[in-house]
């Protein structure tokens, strides 16, 4: 409500007959990073369960079966409804071992946390430090890839714990150059974006990521057989720990 100009705000842009329909409280900061944060968190369970396809191209490239051990890192992982999946195919036999990076994820965020690497919430993975070599027949990690900040160091920590030749699966609903082209290209997209990050306390361009080639680059001399694809925002990695 600035009059002339362009807002510097897209809660700025507010008019009387907005505020006459839905109250003063839009109005009202505290409540708008409130609603925005509200917005924008919880839509992992919502996007992931969704995307039929690619999750069982995830679960079929960990090749797991019955009595199989798998370790899975990453936000979300019970509500997401992996771990029910990967336990289905693994048995009464088998384990999945879930390391759950959410609230630790978005505390790193509202505190401002810098890796080794340089990007905001991110920091050094010891999750694995007490797991004995060989211990694991696959590691998934779902929708945590861009929390580490070392991807060599951490690679190398999964094909130390896993049998030989097996695999490793990193899946991602990620924010980076690709996500930020897309929703420029329509200006109502542009918009909702903006507004929700404008009161989340970072945007989505300091968020960290991690694309196909920066992966390839940390990981290709640690795990095998390293491939990537990408569908509709969600970008997948994986490779195979050594044989020899």
């Known amino acids: 409500m600035r009059g002339h100009g362009a807002p510097q705000s897209p809660w700025d842009a507010f008019q009387q007959h907005d505020v006459d329909r839905w109250g003063p409280v839009i109005l009202d900061r505290d409540e708008q990073v409130r609603w925005s944060q509200a917005i924008f968190l919880g839509g992992l369970t919502y996007m992931w369960r969704r995307a039929h396809a690619i999750r069982e191209l995830v679960y079929s490239t960990l090749d797991l079966a019955p009595g199989h051990r798998v370790l899975v890192v990453g936000e979300v992982i019970e509500g997401c409804g992996f771990a029910d999946d990967l336990r289905e195919r693994v ?37 694995t430090a007490d797991i004995p070599d060989g211990t694991f027949d696959a590691v998934a990690v779902l929708q945590g890839v861009q929390h580490t900040d070392d991807w060599t160091e951490t690679a190398t920590e999964f094909a130390r714990i896993l049998r030989p030749g097996r695999p490793v699966v990193l899946a991602e609903i990620a924010f980076g150059p690709r996500f930020a082209e897309r929703t420029r290209a329509d200006v109502h ?11 989340m306390g970072f945007h989505h361009s300091e968020m960290p990521y991690y694309s196909a080639d920066m992966l390839h680059t940390a990981i290709d001399g640690v795990l095998v057989g390293t491939d990537d694809f990408e569908w509709r925002g969600i970008e997948l990695f994986w490779g195979r720990s050594p044989t020899g």
């Open 91 to 127: 048995g009464p036999d088998g384990e999945v071992r879930v390391v759950e990076l959410v609230d630790e994820a978005r505390s790193a965020y509202f505190e401002g946390r810098v890796g080794r690497g340089g990007q905001l919430a991110t920091w050094r993975w010891d999750y």
């Open 189 to 199: 997209l542009d918009y909702l974006v903006e507004k929700v990050f404008d009161r």
